[in-house]
């Protein structure tokens, strides 16, 4: 059963097609990095004007690509939130077009969901039930995840995302934009004792995340040495912040795991990317006795082949929508 995914939440304009949402048949994707880098992030209604220009030529690109007709599709799915609004609606406008056209069922994904999903490409044998954590730009979700579609959100961030925090500093110590990748490159040459971060807990909520108390001490920290016209210690500071984050995720990943009676663990998001984190969660997880499934790093970020993964799931369980579809900015899980 083939699916035609398509992904276009932020900054990457995505199509793929993917067999029985465990082999990809092909991945055509556009990426925006070198337009928004300009601005130092991304710019919602240049994202969105660079997905209507690459969304058609790139979904026929993936069917060629795949020697897939049209008439060997089973279905459309496409993200339709959480992200941003113009760029998801550029994704759903298609698909709802592309559907009506071929007459095709069509299957709204939900992005935290598709990065777990990510997950079953790599490991054919993987299956609920396990814990989940998604960890990107835009979420830190722990998930109980019991069945293909069936999430329970255990812990989320109250506030800033692990990605966001990542991108802020890095933009503060002047990296190019997605900051995240290269604090990650140059923590490595860094101590990540050499500055204390706060790991902060919410009271009350034993799963849930906040990171913008640390996100406000590595800006301070920062601006301290700005002001005393002393360089920035770069790579410890890039160390000591990485390793405030990696630690506090994995704990609470591995806590909320053993607390719910889970015996694995899955990760995704970009975050997922990040060495020290890979890292510390294995070395917790082999400490736990638990089974942990890591993405590789190109089903890490955003894309569409996690799409047709997860759409092929919602797809079995029934889940198809209708042409009154609509994208959301947020959604739920
Ligand atoms: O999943 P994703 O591509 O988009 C969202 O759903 O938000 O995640 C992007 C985020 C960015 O914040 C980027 O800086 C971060 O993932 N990221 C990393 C690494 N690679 C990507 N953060 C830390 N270390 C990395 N190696
Ligand atoms: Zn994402």
New binding site residues.
């Given amino acids: 059963m083939k699916i035609l995914a398509i992904e276009t ?2 900054d990457e304009t995505a199509a793929a097609v993917v067999q029985n949402g465990r082999s990809v048949l092909s991945n055509a994707v556009a990426s925006q990095i070198s337009l928004h880098r300009l601005y130092g992030g991304v710019v919602p209604e240049m994202a969105s004007r660079a997905h209507i220009e690459t969304i058609s030529p790139l979904c026929r690109s993936a069917l060629e690509q795949a020697r897939c007709r049209t008439e060997d599709l089973a279905a459309v799915a496409v993200t339709v939130g959480p992200g941003l609004i113009g760029a998801l609606l550029t994704g759903v406008g298609f698909a709802k077009g592309f559907a009506y056209a071929n007459g095709l069922p069509l299957v709204g994904v939900h ?1 935290v969901k598709a ?1 777990i999903a990510a997950n079953y490409l790599h490991e054919p044998e993987l299956e609920p039930p396990f814990l989940g954590m998604v960890v ?3 979420h830190s979700h722990l998930l109980a995840v019991r069945g293909y579609t069936d999430f329970q959100v255990i812990g989320r961030t109250r506030d800033d995302a692990a990605g966001e925090a990542f991108d802020k500093i890095a933009r503060v110590m002047g990296f190019p934009y997605p900051g995240g990748v290269e604090l990650d490159r140059v923590a490595e040459k860094g101590n990540p004792a050499a500055f204390e971060f706060p790991r902060a807990a919410v009271e009350g909520s034993p799963y849930d995340f906040s990171f913008s108390g640390l996100k406000t001490a590595g800006v301070n920290l920062l601006h301290r040495f700005n002001q005393k016209g002393q360089p920035i210690p770069r790579a410890d500071v890039a160390a000591s912040f990485r390793e405030a984050i990696a630690d506090v995720l994995s704990a609470r990943c591995v806590e909320a795991a053993r607390d719910f009676g889970f015996r694995r663990v899955v990760l995704g ?2 975050v997922s990317a990040n060495r020290r984190l890979r890292a510390l969660l294995r070395q917790r997880c082999d400490q736990n006795g638990l089974a942990l499934h890591l993405p590789p790093l190109e089903l890490c ?2 894309n569409a082949m996690m799409v047709g993964a997860q759409g092929y799931y919602e797809l079995q369980a029934g889940h198809t929508c209708g042409l009154d579809l609509n994208a959301r900015a947020s959604l739920p899980v």
Avoid: R
Wanted: glycine share 46%; with cysteine.
């Fill in positions: 939440s932020c992005h990065h990107s730009g835009g998001g970009g970020g955003d």
